[in-house]
């Protein structure tokens, strides 16, 4: 078996249809608000159950990781999902893991974890309905770090992200979202890849 996975229209794989597939464009443009979430709220949340926000963090991303195992063990899919996530971990749960991971990693760098966070939850699915228009792959990755380096501007006018960074990052957060494999989904790449690079430029800033 390829370890390559063929691009096709997600619509067809969706689970619910084209009704599932709007449902899951809209989840994953909802995940927009966790980062939000996690500097305004986070203390308060930690406070409410007696917890450190790191706590809280790394218990709702390990709680979702046996979820997803005990979903992979029944081979169910629900409403929104593809129909072959059934026998491979989930594109929510891959995307859950890695936004876990970048709040444990760098949690007192907003400027950075709300860029990266939004280029995944923005810009992963915008990229997929460029692609669905029939762009081809060149056209796909310009406009895609258009749209993506406009997020990270965005992020340097309101919380100093540095220019610098967002023209770098741009590109490599749309060629990470590229690698189509079958061990690992775009929302894990599209995250760890850049978190990586950010890791090591922390030192620059």
């Not at 608000?33 to 007696?50: C, E, H, M, R």
């Not at 029944?74 to 859950?96: C, M, N, P």
């Not at 991971?101 to 992963?124: A, K, Q, R």
């Not at 590109?171 to 890791?199: F, G, H, K, Q, Y």
Request: net charge negative; aromatic share 12%.
């Amino acid at each position: 078996m390829s370890e390559q996975v063929e691009l096709t229209d997600p619509v067809d794989h969706s689970v619910g249809g084209l009704s599932g597939h709007l449902f899951r464009r809209g989840f994953h443009i909802g995940m927009s608000a966790l980062p939000f979430v996690y500097y305004k709220l986070g203390d308060d949340i930690a406070d409410f159950v007696s917890l450190e926000k790191m706590q809280v963090v790394s218990m709702l991303t390990l709680t979702l990781i046996l979820v997803e195992a005990g979903r992979l063990k029944l081979g169910i899919t629900i409403f929104g999902q593809r129909d072959y996530e059934s026998k491979q971990v989930s594109a929510l749960a891959w995307g859950a893991f890695a936004i876990g991971m970048t709040f444990m990693i760098i949690p007192d760098m907003p400027e950075l974890v709300y860029p990266l966070i939004l280029s995944l939850s923005l810009g992963d699915p915008f990229l997929g309905e460029v692609r669905r228009k029939g762009y081809d792959a060149r056209s796909v990755f310009t406009i895609g770090s258009i749209f993506i380096l406009a997020i990270w501007l965005s992020c340097a006018y309101f919380i100093d992200t540095k220019v610098w960074i967002c023209l770098i990052m741009a590109p490599i957060c749309v060629a990470a979202e590229w690698p189509r494999l079958r061990w690992i989904d775009d929302n894990a790449t599209m995250l760890l890849i850049p978190l990586s690079v950010v890791i090591l430029l922390v030192p620059w800033l």
